[in-house]
């Protein structure tokens, strides 16, 4: 079934968030429940990393996540990592991360609260690629919003 695309732009109004820290709250009451949320917000990109523009967000906390993500919405293969999002500040906390890394470009250990409580995002080897996220971004809202509640 194919919908034209200003039927599909009138559903989502009407069904959709208000406002965007409204977005954020929805999304993370989602993801609290298990649930898988696309995120799109911003300027369309291309290329391998969208960077929090358009990304399909699950919860960290479970392995089986990870496997779920990669059979039943990107269909490759179940080993293949995902990567964690993490707000700026926060980071060193996680991984062994003391600087800005907002696009992805580095491999860093895990440190032990993020092996602990969020397998789906460390790699087999104790590593992580790891985006820092500004808080006052659509995506950290949504990170602030999950770390609530």
């Known amino acids: 079934m194919e919908y034209p695309p200003e039927q599909a732009c009138s559903a989502l109004r009407e069904a959709g968030p208000d406002d965007a820290g409204e977005a954020a709250a ?16 911003g ?3 291309h290329g391998p990393r ?7 967000l699950s919860s960290p906390l479970d392995d089986a996540f ?6 039943a919405v990107k269909f490759r293969e179940p080993f293949r990592p995902v990567a964690p999002a993490v707000l700026a500040g926060e980071a060193s906390r996680y991984f062994d991360l003391d600087w800005p890394s907002p696009f992805m470009m580095h491999i860093v250990n895990a440190r032990a609260p993020a092996r602990d409580s969020a397998p789906a995002v460390v790699h087999r080897h104790g590593t992580a690629r790891v985006q820092t996220v500004a808080t006052d971004s659509g995506l950290g809202q949504v990170i602030t919003a999950r770390s609530r509640g």
């Open 66 to 71: 990870r496997q779920r993500l990669n059979s």
């Open 43 to 45: 300027w369309s990109e």
């Open 50 to 56: 969208a960077l929090g523009h358009r990304s399909i």
């Open 26 to 41: 929805t999304a993370a009451e989602v993801l609290s429940r298990g649930g898988i949320v696309a995120w799109y917000e």
